[in-house]
């Protein structure tokens, strides 16, 4: 059995909640039943028959509303691995620590493309580093309080499912002066990122030690699974960038959130309309679950 949860962004027309079993079974689903999570916000159709077919004939079906279709049975998650910039923050913090620099015009492209897939991130990332040579450490700390903006729903998403049990990992492509106070903040039980290369209170233009990328998240969330007893079924990933692929790719639930064209492709479901709180909807979780609101 499968379940499709739909989840609006603003609030469900009247006629939506039976539409919605109408399109499911337009898929050439048996409809085993519907219902609300939270009534006009978010609704599960239980069916039987192409899981693939019933996503192709949601998504898009309703005005600003996302649809997550997965087994029934595996859709309460225990672990998440999630990135950072763009996902569990609404920046990108290298682009915001160039607009200190002055320079984000230039790096801002660079990051684009590599978060779209054109470009080798490692490399990417290393030449961008490089243009902030020379940049004050009093910055890093100056654009956490001025930028750095915690995403709607990411509070409630990962303290929820550690309330009830679960592990949170937070892998980013970006640096561990960022990750590190994001994660408490947020609520993660660890944060795994690149540390800029710092001298004499300045930055040095480089990576220190190993880059953090698409493999390295791939790996954690493998390895956190190993060592928790876990099944990949068990486990959810969410990230917007192409190097997010790998981790989503090999997840039970891989999210692509108001993602790249690649990521969104690669992705088991996208939230492309609603906040993060979209993931607890497809959990099964209403409102009243919530560890907090965001």
């Known amino acids: 059995m499968f379940t499709a949860t739909l989840i609006a962004a603003d609030i469900f027309d009247a006629g939506d909640f039976s539409a919605a079993s109408e399109r499911v079974a337009s898929a050439g689903a048996q409809v085993l039943g519907a219902r609300w999570i939270d009534e006009a916000k978010a609704l599960d159709v239980d069916f039987t028959g192409d899981a693939a077919a019933v996503r192709a004939a949601v998504e898009g079906a309703f005005a600003r509303t996302d649809a997550i279709v997965q087994k029934t049975a595996e859709r309460e998650r225990s672990l998440i691995v999630a990135d950072m910039d763009s996902t ?3 920046i990108e913090c290298i682009d915001e620590l160039a607009d200190y620099a002055g320079i984000k015009p230039q790096i801002a492209e660079v990051t684009e493309r590599a978060m779209r897939g054109e470009l080798d991130f490692e490399e990417a990332l290393r030449s961008r580093v ?3 040579q020379g940049l004050s450490e009093s910055v890093i700390e100056q654009c ?3 930028r750095v903006v915690i995403m709607p729903g990411a509070r409630a998403l990962v303290r929820t499912m550690r ?3 679960g592990m949170a990992v937070l892998v980013s492509g970006g640096f561990t002066r960022f990750a590190e106070p994001v994660a408490r903040e947020i609520g993660f039980n660890k944060a795994i990122a690149n540390r800029l290369g710092i001298r004499d209170g300045v930055l040095t233009g480089q990576v220190d030690g190993e880059i953090v ?8 969330l493998q390895d956190t699974l190993a060592t928790t007893g876990w099944s990949a079924a068990q486990s959810l990933a969410v990230g917007d960038g192409a190097n997010d692929i790998p981790m989503i790719e090999v997840a039970g639930l891989g999210v692509a959130y108001h993602a790249k064209p690649k990521t969104a492709a690669a992705a088991h479901a996208c939230v492309n309309h609603g906040d993060l709180t979209a993931i ?6 209403p409102r009243a679950r919530w560890a907090c609101l965001d």
């Not at 607890?280 to 979780?285: D, S």
């Open 213 to 220: 990328g698409a493999q390295t998240k791939r790996q954690t």
């Open 280 to 285: 607890l909807y497809a959990m099964g979780f």
């Open 144 to 146: 956490l309080a001025e």
């Open 163 to 165: 309330a009830l049990g």
């Open 88 to 90: 569990m923050i609404t």
């Open 130 to 132: 490089a243009l902030l």
